[in-house]
């Protein structure tokens, strides 16, 4: 079972924060766990509370416009803190000055010894995505923790959150393995029924288009039952008696596929493993964790090869 004891989540008070804190709220209530609320004072960040009070003289006002930001940030903070909805919790506050957000916010998980981040994710894409990248999944990229990303227009009421459905996505790697334990432990918390789902990327040769195969199911009739069969042996010890799930495959662009299924099967949380790839390595081959966090319809839990973990085998 999952034990969360320390909860991080940092913010930029824009909307996506804002719908972020309600998870981190309500996994903080559910679990006991004491709650961080974080915000990182950065002169050149692009949030809405450094952008609404961006000076023209920059260098000239820098400790001035950052004391005030500060005092704004610990204002919002503590109003947090005192609504009505989060007294119940124990929570606490960590505002910091730094030209790198994400850093500041992996080296206090390392720090506070974080069983969880949450954090809202703004889904940028194109030109946008190219230039300023996202803290988040840079975040998810580096952490050391699990990371729950929240994007904005996340379609659940205000005050009430439900996790009925988890979709988790495999590629069969060990790291995939690894991240098992935590989509079962939240479906077991939660009484959610539980989608496991492999993606065949699709990479057909242009000469069977015209024989009309144009899936890899198309080209071996046998390859969907063998890989369900599969996908039931690669998760049946851990599932076995505990929940209700099912297994599905299919074919095309990974990120796509599970983004298509989470619409499609009104999917409240995916739970999926991403790899850490970084450098030359990441600018090559990319990250489907990534992609799924920018566009996904539900949050997203990112588990990487644990080097702190928070479920209890």
Avoid: W
Wanted: glycine residues 6%; contains cysteine; aromatic residues 10%.
């Amino acid at each position: 079972m999952i034990k969360l004891k320390k909860i991080l989540f940092p913010t930029d008070f824009g909307e996506s924060a804002e719908e972020a804190l309600r998870y981190a709220a309500m996994f903080a209530g559910e679990y006991g766990a004491e709650l961080t609320i974080m915000h990182v004072v950065s002169l050149f960040g692009n949030g809405p509370l450094t952008a609404k009070k961006q000076l023209s003289r920059m260098e000239r006002y820098a400790d001035k416009f950052a004391d005030q930001v500060h005092e704004e940030a610990e204002a919002i903070i503590d109003n947090t803190i005192g609504d009505p909805r989060h007294t119940h919790l124990k929570m606490k506050k960590l505002i910091v000055r730094s030209l790198s957000p994400h850093g500041e916010i992996i080296q206090a998980a390392e720090k506070e010894k974080i069983d969880l981040i949450v954090m809202g994710t703004y889904g940028r894409g194109g030109v946008s995505h190219m230039l300023f990248g996202s803290t988040a999944e840079q975040v998810v990229r580096m952490a050391g923790c699990p990371v729950l990303t929240v994007r904005h227009h996340t379609p659940h009421s205000f005050d009430f959150l439900k996790i009925r459905s988890i979709l988790f996505p495999t590629d069969f790697s060990s790291f995939s393995k690894k991240a098992l334990p935590y989509a079962v432990s939240f479906a077991e918390r939660y009484g959610a029924d539980l989608h496991v789902l492999h993606v065949f990327e699709q990479r057909i040769h242009p000469a069977f288009y015209i024989m009309d195969k144009s899936t890899p199911f198309d080209l071996d009739e046998g390859l969907r039952d063998r890989a369900l069969d599969a996908l039931d042996e690669f998760v049946y010890e851990d599932l076995r008696n505990k929940i209700t799930f099912k297994c599905e495959v299919a074919s095309g662009k990974p990120f796509v596929e599970i983004i298509n299924y989470a619409k499609k099967e009104n999917i409240d949380l995916i739970v999926t493993a991403t790899h850490g790839l970084t450098g030359l390595e990441y600018m090559v081959i990319g990250s489907t964790t990534e992609r799924v966090v920018r566009r996904a319809p539900c949050p997203v839990l990112s588990i990487k090869d644990p080097e702190h973990e928070f479920v209890e085998l």
